[in-house]
């Protein structure tokens, strides 16, 4: 079945510092998404992706979509302590109702 | 106005009992799912619904049962609660054909003792 691979697991970094989390899959994906996941809160959807080689911007969040719609990535530039939280980017594959979560990233910043 | 809310948000039972879970989405969605969440924060899928049918049964236990009465709502039913049946449940609905978003509920804890 479809698999999505999604690291570093966590990331610890001084705030300031830029934030980048990667996500592999198994199989061509018709899109990919990415959502957030604050503490204690419920996974909230920030972008999806869907053409290849796609480069999105929300204020200092990055994410691309690789050429082959296999890969992507999420970069935060200056990451600041609201940045907190578990990121997860989650794929449907070609003619699949199934959306696919990768183990997510533990960003974690220090004051 | 919650878009999918699921009820109860906190659970707590003993070992061998039969609970529920439900969860509704006002949004018109027409795809509904449950997935787990284990204390690792893996988001795991285990059920999809599409218009009141099932299109994904993930490998998870016959001890649960989902029921969508109608494309607005799919419950949970758990039957004899395991330890390792503790986790957070989370309600999710998307419109297929339209983007594949997924709104969430917002969890319910399930703690089995």
């Known amino acids: 079945g479809q698999q999505v691979m999604q690291i570093p697991q966590y990331q610890h970094v001084q705030e300031g510092e830029d934030f980048t989390t990667y996500c592999n899959s198994s199989t061509t994906l018709s899109n990919i998404q990415w959502y957030k996941q604050r503490p204690g809160g419920h996974p909230v959807f920030l972008i999806q992706?869907?053409?290849?080689?796609e480069v999105k911007k929300q204020k200092r969040l990055t994410f691309q979509f690789g050429e082959a719609k296999k890969n992507s990535s999420l970069h935060i530039t200056a990451t600041q302590t609201t940045d907190v939280g578990t990121y997860f980017c989650?794929?449907?594959?070609?003619?699949?109702?199934?959306?696919?979560f990768g183990k997510g990233t533990k960003l974690s910043v220090i004051p | 106005d919650t878009a999918v809310s699921q009820t109860p948000k906190y659970l707590v039972t003993q070992m061998g009992n039969d609970k529920s879970i439900k969860c509704e989405q006002n949004l018109g969605h027409d795809t509904m799912y449950w997935y787990k969440q284990d204390s690792k924060k893996f988001l795991k899928i285990m059920f999809s619904?599409?218009?009141?049918?099932?299109?994904i049964n993930e490998t998870v236990p016959n001890r649960f049962s989902p029921k969508s009465p109608d494309k607005a709502h799919l419950n949970l039913h758990i039957n004899s609660l395991e330890l390792g049946d503790s986790a957070v449940y989370f309600c999710?609905?998307?419109?297929?054909?339209?983007?594949?978003?997924?709104?969430f509920g917002q969890g319910t804890r399930l703690t089995v003792v």
């Open positions: 992706l869907v053409k290849s080689g």
């Open positions: 619904y599409n218009n009141k049918e099932l299109i």
């Open positions: 989650a794929g449907t594959g070609a003619g699949s109702y199934q959306l696919t």
């Open positions: 999710a609905s998307s419109q297929v054909g339209l983007g594949t978003e997924a709104f």
